[in-house]
């Protein structure tokens, strides 16, 4: 009986060391990587390091079936990330030129911010092997808002054992709280679409359908951008309708070319309070 107490008790710590293992803290750089898709030596080695250590589907909670690394790190003014997507059949890799926002077909790796750190909305982006990206914000409901855009950068390349995606995050385009040291909620993921294999780094369970509420977090954001902002987004769209018309019993196409010009003006007075506006949107 002992002996099983043993284990029980084992059992029971594992899992409660396996809880604080969902935290990663970061630092700070003085040196900042260029965002080429490429992990050049000694580019990310000041970076918090870590892995995808759960598959989510299809295999509960199994081992990933293939290696995905992830590298963070921040200065006064942006959010790093790279991830390393390992494949054993780099040739089966989708990877697309899509257009953004619409990435879900595709392979792709995902970081989800939730910057109050309380569950209720995460920022979410994801990126195929390409850089291509597709953003937006996510609710307790796990529902998507792609018409959010935030203003960013990434690249991604196809390597000879996978692929690798690079972004810098700028911290403008966030909203947070303001204080001196920051905890937000993080998720890591990875979609692997031949497989229908989705990775991550926080140890979720299908039995509950709010990914938020199972983030892990995120430490050691400190002294970062809180001035403000003045975002001008100029729109141009291009339209062409045409009707069919009757002239002298003929049928012609009567077309009519129209050019739509709209502007979206965001004004951030803090990173937690913001004006926008848009004419013609």
Known sequence: MKQLATIFIFFLFANFSFADDSRLKITNTDTPP???????????????KTELGFQ???QENDQPTERTEVFLMFDKENLY????????????????????????SDDFVSIWLDTYDDRRRTYAFRFNPLGIQEDGIFTQADVGNL????????????????????????????????????????HLFRWIARK????????????????????????????????????????????NN???????????????NRLDAGVTVNYSITPNLTLAATVNP
């Open 56 to 58: 989510k589907e299809p």
């Open 242 to 256: 045409g009707e069919r018309e009757l002239h002298n019993d003929v049928p012609t196409l009567n077309t009519v």
């Open 196 to 239: 229908a294999e989705r990775s991550t780094w926080a140890k979720t369970s299908l039995a509950n359908s709010d990914l938020l509420s199972q983030m892990g977090t995120l430490q050691g954001i400190d002294d970062i951008f809180s001035g403000r902002t003045l975002d001008i987004i100029p729109t141009l769209t291009l339209s």
């Open 81 to 104: 990330v790279a991830f390393h997507a390992f494949d054993s059949t780099p040739s089966a890799i989708r990877a697309p030129i899509s257009k953004r926002d619409s990435v879900g």
């Open 34 to 48: 260029t965002i080429d898709g490429v992990l050049s030596p000694d580019e990310w080695k000041s970076a918090a």
């Open 147 to 186: 018409s959010w855009d935030g203003i960013l950068e990434s690249k991604g390349n196809l390597t000879g054992d996978g692929y690798i995606v690079e972004a810098k995050i700028p911290f403008k385009t966030l909203r947070y709280q303001i204080n001196k040291e920051k905890t937000w909620g993080l």
